[in-house]
């Protein structure tokens, strides 16, 4: 199923060429099925886990930063390992937690919310997770080793991530991870974006899909297109580490302000890639839980384009105190202005969707609804920013903290916690506790605000960012204890929603299909879904292509019969086989990568030398990566096919199928 099979090309008595396998893994369950998996559910699911595991980890992180700043001139850090857990707690909350997080549900729900069997490109999909995998291990490696964790900030300014700041090797771990991450999200982002284009099912035009999928589409577009800026920028930090050229070594003629202009022209669109799924969550579950349809539909969708196109032009209102100009610093304060627009157009959409609706107060809905009014509230904060005048006030102070955490945490968090609990029935078949799924929403909710509010305080009273500590004449001490006691409030309450979640994935009750009454097609599935998703793929009639079959029982049950037939007649159900390549591929890259980023030259010097251990390591992997992604296109897209019994339970599989 890698896209379209190769015998659709075919001319007439032309004949597919027999695909080069050496092995081909067919375990079902174990480690080994993880490892070869192209299912879309099991790598959405692979994603989703990382994300959490990291979300324990950067929490973890958010709490030793909260125990330092909790009273004046503490000693609990020291200034070099407050450094390294406010770089490692920035870098892994943007991209080993939300954006993961953001995959997993692109991976698990956008396929059957379509219509379709898996993604287009299933080996290129499990690829990108690995890759990911790889590259958030790399990020975390110096953690173990003498060099310490990257120390730059999570935005990685030049000069501090040159060598004469930065000797160590951690540096090079934080920028070979960063590549490798983007790697993956470019690879994941262009397989969306065909599967949405090319595999939705008949009947599902544009204009029916559901608002989450067109999220899907909107950041997949601003990941393959915001990714090459900083891909650059990186490229370029390391070769003036390694190889002593000058795009950022100012004594030599470098420029550190281009690392700012390349950073943050990703950066900001990076913002909405992770906004948007949120805002395509937020945008199932309303209409959901209200029992209407989402108000507005067209607006929806057209204010999340406007959001995506914008979100390019804004990045220098990140620079407001470089100096770039009055016309510049006018230019960038009315986009931003301007991108507030449709985002605010969003929200009025949110809010005719619940007007007069029958809302039903379960989890996800409440959490929905702490989603707005928390983003709202950050929103709000970044408008005032586009006010030059206003923004070099607030510029580096804990104003800006506040901001950013109300839009990431109360809005993205919120939105993911939702659904979670939302998509968990569907996933997983059990139902989760509402008593202990509202308890951890109101110690979240709670936490989260006693921790950020008093940030807009602190900031407009001037203490800075990024200080592992201050006097305690400067009048800050109330504000940073009471910040310190909500971030151990809202960790009891994300303790909470984890270990319901854990205890509902083993020992929850058991629910029937779609017991939310929802509107879209995954709900049309047996929970948790076979591995084939739909034993006939849909025909969409409606725009809530599910709600539409509950209400025309009889006339779908005749299609499907009919579509059931020509599968048959085609040989079944086709699905693609497993694969070892795109996991050995990735291990290939680990070994070049820790060549490149960990390994010491041959030479003794601070000079970049390059040949010795590094060189040989590096080409190892890049071999071990070479070989393995000739086997896997050597494949080809053989397959093998499903044929089912009525009840929808496998009678048989062909594995001489063929193409």
């Known amino acids: 199923m890698e896209a379209l099979a190769k015998s659709d090309f075919l001319a007439k008595g032309e004949t597919a060429a027999k695909p080069l396998v050496l092995w081909r893994p067919t375990a079902k369950t174990g480690l080994l099925s993880w490892l070869t998996t192209v299912d879309h559910k099991k790598i959405g699911f692979l994603y989703g886990i990382s994300g959490l595991f990291f979300f324990i980890f950067g929490g973890f992180e958010a709490l030793l930063i909260r125990i330092q700043l909790a009273v004046p001139n503490n000693s609990f850090l020291t200034s070099a390992q407050y450094s390294e857990m ?59 080793m003498k060099d310490g964790a990257p120390d730059a900030g999570w935005f990685g300014y030049a000069p501090l991530t040159t060598r004469h700041f930065s000797p160590t090797h951690a540096i090079d771990m934080w920028v070979m991870g960063l590549q490798l991450l983007g790697v993956a999200s470019i690879a994941a982002a262009l397989n969306f974006i065909v599967t949405i284009i090319n595999m939705r099912a008949p009947g599902m035009t544009m204009m029916r899909l559901p608002v989450f999928t067109w999220m899907t589409l909107f950041t997949s577009f601003l990941i393959v297109l915001s990714f090459p800026a900083i891909t650059i920028a990186l490229v370029e ?62 607006i929806v969708v057209f204010s999340g384009a406007s959001i995506g196109f914008l979100g390019f032009g804004v990045w220098s209102h990140h620079m407001f105190t470089t100096g770039m100009g009055t016309t510049a610093t006018a230019a960038f304060a009315l986009m931003t202005m301007a991108i507030a627009v449709p985002t605010g157009v969003k929200i009025f959409n949110w809010i005719g969707t619940l007007w007069n609706g029958h809302l039903t107060m379960r989890t996800p809905m409440i959490f929905a609804i702490g989603f707005l009014w928390m983003f709202m509230i950050g929103g709000l904060s970044g408008v005032m920013h586009s006010a030059a005048p206003s923004d070099a006030e607030q510029h580096g102070s804990y104003f800006i903290v506040a901001h950013f955490h109300y839009v990431l945490i109360g809005g993205s968090l919120f939105a993911l916690f939702a659904g979670i609990h939302y998509w968990f ?27 950020f509010f008093p940030m807009h305080f602190l900031g407009m009273e001037g203490m800075p960012r990024r200080t592992f500590t201050y006097d305690g004449d400067m009048g800050w001490n109330v504000g940073n204890m009471t910040a310190t006691i909500g971030a151990f409030i809202l960790a009891i309450g994300v303790a909470i929603y984890f270990l319901t979640m854990i205890y509902t994935f083993f020992k929850g009750e058991k629910t029937s299909k779609d017991p939310w009454d ?142």
Not at 553 to 563: D, G, L, P, S, V
Not at 652 to 659: M, N, P, R, V
């Open 237 to 298: 930090i390391m070769m003036d580490r390694l190889f002593g050229t000058n795009f950022f070594e100012v004594s030599n003629g470098g420029l550190p302000i281009l690392w700012q202009h390349l950073f943050w022209i990703f950066g900001h669109p990076e913002v909405y890639i992770l906004i948007l799924p949120a805002m395509g969550i937020i945008s199932e579950i309303l209409p959901t839980f209200s029992r209407k349809p989402l108000f507005g539909y067209p």
């Open 518 to 659: 929802a509107r879209t097609l995954e709900w049309s599935l047996p929970n948790p879904p076979p591995e084939y998703n739909f034993k006939v793929i849909p025909t969409v009639h409606a725009r809530d292509g599910w709600w539409y079959e509950k209400r025309h029982t009889e006339e779908i049950q005749k299609e499907q019969a009919e579509h059931a037939k020509e599968d048959e007649a085609h040989g079944g159900i086709h699905m693609p086989y497993q694969s070892i390549y795109p996991f050995l591929a990735s291990v290939g890259i680990l070994i070049g990568a820790l060549g490149v980023a960990v390994i010491d030259p041959a030479s003794t010097t601070q000079d970049p030398g390059f040949w010795g251990p590094k060189v040989a390591v590096t080409i190892l992997g890049g071999l071990i990566m070479f070989v393995s992604v000739v086997l896997w296109a050597l494949e080809g897209n053989d397959g093998y096919h499903i044929h089912l019994n009525e009840d929808g339970s496998i009678k048989s599989e062909d594995h001489h199928a063929g193409h």
């Open 425 to 451: 029935p569907l996933m997983f078949g059990r139902k989760v506790s509402e008593f202990w799924g509202k308890t951890s929403f109101w110690f979240v909710f709670v936490g989260f605000n006693v921790t």
């Open 86 to 144: 406010f770089t490692m707690h920035g870098t892994t909350m943007i991209f080993l937690v939300v954006m993961p997080m953001g995959a997993a549900f692109f991976n698990f729900i956008m396929p059957l919310q379509i219509g379709a069997r898996d993604v287009a490109f299933p080996r290129l999909n499990a690829f990108s997770f690995w890759t990911f995998a790889v590259g958030a291990v790399i990020l975390n490696l110096g953690w173990f």
